[in-house]
């Protein structure tokens, strides 16, 4: 789906899931899908799914007592012996997939993904929706994470396995939502947050925003403009923060952050030491006190910064009352350690260390690889696979610079994502952009991943360090990297 196609949307009926409800989900492995079924379980409700292959999440939705299926069949939309009484799918699952023309054929109501998250957070008495093109994962897992140690209890909704809670969901008071807003295909305009959270813009999906970066702005305006009171905008991202500033109603408060000087909320002296990242925190440029943060890279500290300001602000009835519990939301971040696949330590193996991370964007490659360079110290082999034909058509010449932090390069075939192809577009796109702008850099390009094992293994060396980058199944490849360097030893 596109980001028109959600203006004449219905949102679910407020007293829907005040009975006990038969759903089934198209798609149910899905980051964001899985997360919604979960809680639904939680809630008391029956829950069916179906999903493309078999995963790991398959398998822990059928350990929380979640029937799954592997494959789409019409016959799937019966559970305990009854028709379920409502499927729900997401923008990958198009009209013609036999559950949902079986639904059509019964009469069975059909809603789309960010319907249900939209009845969550449009139905809480406080909710935090967290939007942006880089860092909505980690920033709204923050958020939970702050909010949990401050003795709140969230229900979060998150894009990434959060270890500590070891799930993409957190069940907790559905009057106390946070969730991670998907601006991928415009339907977190479907959400109307207590708290919005905005930590840039890029042009990006521009395949559902009719090739348009103004109609991606269109999408974010709306966005804010359906905030009930509160919006947390990054200063540093100077055309987002003019353009939205500018949008405010009178009854909305926009509050603001950055790193360096300036703005409500700021971080400055942002150093790495002894594996942590150290920086002086301020609020309207009053120092509040020194803090470190379990997660590596200025990027995160930014992150850290809008998950304090969009956690406290609730608690903003006087100055001495926020700085209060700003301090105690720093506090807390020393102890966050990052979610799944956000430069995630895999293991160590031969004297080599191996991460994994889910960047897939050239601002994500490039800021993730630099910081892995100032953070480890050691020589970085990087194995990255392009995602989707349309990010690759519309953004792969943009991946050269990205990897000037890298030292060993290894480009796959891109991952389609269940696109259908585009002629000429390939991951041969980014490794061309990533030859041309390091010509003198060892750079290889693969068609599949096994090659990209063998490759890497004959690359690596005592003392290096191998990082698995990309959005789509190249995660798997950590574990085959260190079972082959512990062969090797």
């Known amino acids: 789906m596109r980001w028109r196609d959600f203006d004449n949307l219905a949102l679910l009926p407020d007293n829907f899931f ?7 989900f198209i798609g149910i492995g899905g980051i964001g899908m899985s997360a919604l079924a979960l809680l639904l379980k939680a809630r008391g409700h029956e829950v069916s799914g179906s999903d493309a292959c078999a995963s790991a999440m398959l398998t822990k939705l059928q350990t929380a007592g979640i029937k799954t299926i592997v494959g789409h069949y019409a016959g799937y939309l019966v559970t305990e012996g009854a028709p379920v ?4 799918f997401s923008s990958a699952v198009t009209e013609d997939n036999a559950e949902r023309a079986a639904a059509v054929a019964q009469g069975i109501p059909q809603w789309h993904r960010a319907q249900l998250l939209a009845y969550f957070v449009n139905n809480a008495a406080y909710s935090i929706a967290v939007s942006g093109t880089h860092g909505k ?8 994470h702050i909010l949990t140690q401050l003795g ?5 909704i998150l894009g990434a396995i959060y270890p500590p809670f070891d799930s993409n969901l957190r069940v907790g008071d559905p009057g106390l939502v946070v969730v ?3 601006e991928s295909d415009g339907s977190f305009t479907l959400l109307k947050p207590t708290v919005s959270v905005v930590l840039n813009v890029e042009a990006e999906h521009l395949e559902n925003y009719e090739d348009s970066e103004a109609e991606l702005w269109r999408a974010f305006e709306m966005f804010m403009d359906q905030t009930r009171q509160i ?13 939205l500033s500018a949008r405010r109603r009178e009854d909305l408060i926009v509050a603001n952050y950055r790193t360096g000087l300036g703005g409500n909320l700021a971080a400055s002296a942002i150093e790495s030491r002894a594996g942590k990242t150290h920086y002086d925190l301020f609020y309207n440029r009053d120092w509040v006190g020194t803090f ?4 590596p890279g200025r990027h995160n500290v930014s992150n850290g910064l809008a998950a304090m300001s969009a956690a406290c602000i609730q608690f903003q009835l006087a100055p001495e009352a926020f700085v209060h519990s700003v301090t105690s939301a720093a506090t807390a971040l020393q102890d966050f350690h990052g979610v799944a696949r956000r430069f995630q330590l895999c293991g160590e193996a031969n004297q080599v260390v191996v991460y994994d991370d889910y960047a897939h964007h050239p601002t994500e490659v490039g800021s993730t690889l630099q910081m892995a360079h100032e953070f480890l110290g050691r020589p970085l082999v990087v194995i990255f696979q392009p995602h989707r034909y349309s990010r690759t058509q519309q953004l792969g010449q943009e991946f050269g610079p990205s990897f000037a932090a890298a030292d060993r390069i290894i480009i796959t075939q891109l991952y389609s994502a269940f696109e259908t192809p585009i002629e000429g577009v390939s991951g041969r796109i980014v490794f061309d952009a990533v030859r041309q702008s390091f010509p003198d850099k060892p750079i290889y390009y693969v068609e599949t991943l096994e ?7 004959d690359l690596a060396r005592p003392g290096d360090a191998m990082i698995t980058m990309g959005a789509g199944d190249i995660s798997r490849l950590p574990a085959l990297l260190l079972q082959d360097l512990q062969h090797a030893q």
């Open 18 to 24: 005040q009975t006990p409800r038969r759903v089934h």
């Open 85 to 88: 009484e409502a499927v729900f």
């Open 137 to 144: 994962s980690t920033t709204s897992a923050m958020i939970a």
């Open 152 to 156: 709140r209890n969230p229900t979060a």
């Open 180 to 182: 991670e807003a998907d």
């Open 231 to 243: 919006a947390v905008l990054n200063l540093e991202d100077v055309e987002m923060w003019e353009r």
């Open 292 to 295: 470190n943060l379990g997660v």
């Open 451 to 457: 090659e990209a094992r063998r490759l890497a293994g």
